[in-house]
């Protein structure tokens, strides 16, 4: 495993740990890529936008703030929570790998209670797969690659390609800079 900036063995494992539970948790992935596109939040503002309880938005918040990934930017009350930047690239044990845990990725696992696409997706190929999946949307949205291409080199149907990309076309716009007048293919721009 390794990571961009330079944090001591223990901080290493500590991120790891504290994202594999953002992965494993879709409510609590919600919750972090909410703040982190909110930049700050109240609990208020987390129970009004997200639709939690009261209790279940503090006890949220309380896990994230444990876990390390958010942090309190006001003590005044009421208090203010922000979302801690992640950036974890992990290799996998066979070192064939390597996958980055950004918070797009977050954003999109948060997305699978939501969209069954994403969470069929997930069931299917898991979040390693859901990672890869993200990087070919990136690519097609700037024009670079086509859904059939995507089914090639995935070994996923066309049907399967188009839909997991237009299922997280919207993460992708929220995390990364896209030039909204490149073209990229559609099933009625390949069919024409």
Do not use: C, W
Request: glycine share 6%.
């Amino acid at each position: 495993m390794s990571r961009t900036s330079p944090h001591t063995d223990g901080e290493i494992v500590q991120d790891f740990l504290s994202v594999a539970g953002l992965l494993e948790e879709p409510k609590l992935a919600q919750l972090y890529a909410y703040l982190a596109r909110e930049e700050e939040a109240t609990v208020q503002n987390v129970v009004e936008d997200l639709e939690l309880a009261q209790g279940t938005a503090y006890s949220y918040v309380n896990r994230l703030v444990d876990a390390g990934v958010v942090v309190v930017t006001d003590d005044e009350q009421p208090r203010r929570y922000a979302a801690r930047e992640i950036d974890l690239t992990v290799t996998t044990g066979a070192g064939d790998g390597e996958y980055t845990i950004t918070p797009a990725l977050i954003d999109a696992v948060g997305r699978r209670k939501t969209d069954a696409d994403i969470d069929t997706y997930i069931d299917r190929h898991g979040v390693a797969g859901l990672a890869t999946a993200l990087i070919y949307v990136v690519a097609r949205e700037r024009g670079e690659v086509t859904h059939r291409l995507m089914a090639d080199d995935l070994d996923i149907s066309p049907l399967a390609a188009e839909m997991i990309l237009q299922a997280l076309r919207p993460v992708v716009h929220e995390h990364h800079q896209i030039d909204e007048n490149v073209r990229h293919d559609t099933e009625e721009e390949v069919n024409k």
